[in-house]
């Protein structure tokens, strides 16, 4: 485990050492309306999903699903948005936005369930949509249960072709908390493939 002490100001860093283990926030709720830097490594780090050439990433039909299936997140997760993503050899960089707004206008349940499990909000704190404090009405589609549906399915349909393949068991994520934050993130995901030789995920990185 990377023991790299945490940035300064509480914001990632994602040049160098980029790679540290997700610490949930414990008054969090990963359901919360936010954006959030995910990277899933594949088992053992296994370079199943193709190959970088010359800056350029070249998939393989095994990277073809695991970036297809990135594409149907929005459509089986009503309150999520994806923003910037890349296939690397052997893992994914992705951006992905939860909004709960987006899933009361495009879930035709959704209307129903809040008639069902109506809960009166009068008096309370209502902040964790906003600040992501814990609230239980947010909890159904986190960020962890995206995470996991993605690589169930990629698990599933990859090894209908090449039995064998796996992912780590954890994820890493950071929360974007604000614009420039989120201007990093998408910059740093679009030059992964030019700064593959240097990228601490190769099999054979000098510091593994």
């Not at 190959?51 to 089986?76: C, D, F, R, T």
């Not at 962890?144 to 990859?158: H, T």
């Not at 994520?173 to 989120?182: G, K, S, T």
Request: aromatic share 12%; charged share 25%; glycine share 6%.
């Amino acid at each position: 485990m990377n023991n790299d002490p945490q940035p300064e100001n509480n914001k990632p860093k994602y040049k160098g050492k980029y790679r540290v283990d997700s610490i949930r926030l414990p008054a969090w709720s990963y359901a919360s309306n936010a954006g959030y830097f995910v990277t899933i490594c594949t088992d053992g780090k296994k370079c199943f999903f193709g190959e970088v050439v010359q800056g350029e990433m070249h998939l393989s039909s095994i990277g073809e699903i695991a970036q297809k299936l990135w594409y149907e997140i929005p459509n089986h997760f009503y309150n999520c948005q994806i923003d910037s993503f890349c296939v690397m050899p052997n893992h994914i960089h992705g951006i992905l936005i939860i909004n709960q707004i987006r899933e009361d206008a495009m879930n035709p349940r959704k209307q129903e369930e809040d008639a069902m499990n109506r809960v009166s909000t009068r008096g309370d704190d209502q902040r964790g949509g906003v600040t992501g404090l814990f609230n239980p009405m947010l909890s159904k589609n986190s960020l962890s249960k995206i995470v996991r549906w993605y690589k169930g399915r990629c698990s599933f349909e990859i090894n209908q072709i090449y039995e064998g393949f796996g992912w780590q068991e954890r994820f890493h994520d950071n929360i974007i908390r604000d614009e420039f934050a989120l201007d990093q993130v998408r910059q740093y995901i679009i030059n992964n493939p030019i700064n593959w030789e240097r990228d601490c995920e190769q099999p054979h990185h000098p510091s593994l």
